[in-house]
């Protein structure tokens, strides 16, 4: 794996709070620069360049098979980039330099980098055998990060965030499937992350429960935790995000607020897309 040190393109729009990317110093929350990814002779990712800013909402749109997955699992490491990089607050994901090549991390390091990176899937991937309770304390006593009275209470508090204190006993086979995304969600909260990743959350459910897990989202969304949303849900863009990015064949058609991808899209592939799902 080869990468230059080349700034990767900015953004449209401003950050949270009315803070300008363009005076902002702090390091990105995440950085993607040159990201390349093949399945065989599927090019994937074909040289996505993207950068998210701390506290910002970012949600990526794009049909079916364009990389949004792909593109989400590169950040914590869970693909590994055949070209390109990302870092998140400023530090190199899954790799280190090494003159003018990039090394792969050791497993063990890689963990710790994912404890800062929440990630939630769409389909829960909760532990069957294991309490909503227990699903969310597990990694940080896992992590040695808390102690299992802290890590239970911490989960007690998460549980409680997302509407489910009196389910902290339950299992996931006791749960509806908006409940059991929200305790995947408690749980991607547990370790304090600096940003968030959801895969679209709610595609796994019922179309009733889609609302009870976005209204969590949105509540999180508010308090300047960074999050990365893969997700269908044209209205919670609108409404929710700081970033709209359109991803199609792997690379970033256009990026931009929700008024200008969403509602005055410039490119011909965004319009075509915006008009069959809204």
Known sequence: MTTDAA??????????????????????AVEIHG??????????????????????????LGPSGSGKSTLLR?????????????????????????GERLKELSERAILRQRGGIGFVFQNFNLFPHLTAAENVAAAPVATRRATRSESRARAAELLARVGLGDKADAYPRQL??????????ARALALRPGVILFDEPTSALDPELVGEVLGVIEDLASTGTTLIVVTHEIGFARKVADLV?????????????????I????????????????
């Open 35 to 60: 990201a390349h990814k093949w399945f065989g002779p599927h090019h994937v990712l074909a040289g996505v360049d993207l950068t998210v800013r701390p506290g910002q909402v970012a949600v990526v």
């Open 176 to 185: 509806s499937g908006g409940q059991q995304q929200r305790v995947a969600i």
């Open 7 to 28: 700034t990767p393109a900015g953004i449209t729009g401003s950050a949270p709070g009315g803070t300008d990317p363009a005076t902002d110093v702090r390091p990105a």
């Open 74 to 98: 590169s950040i914590n490491h869970l693909e590994k980039l055949d070209h390109g990089y990302v870092s998140v607050n400023g530090e190199l994901v899954g790799v280190r330099r090494h």
């Open 245 to 261: 990015v359109f991803l199609d064949d792997g690379v970033v058609v256009e990026q931009g607020t929700p008024a200008e991808v």
């Open 263 to 278: 509602d005055h899209p410039r490119h011909p592939r965004t319009r075509e897309f915006l008009a069959k799902v809204l």
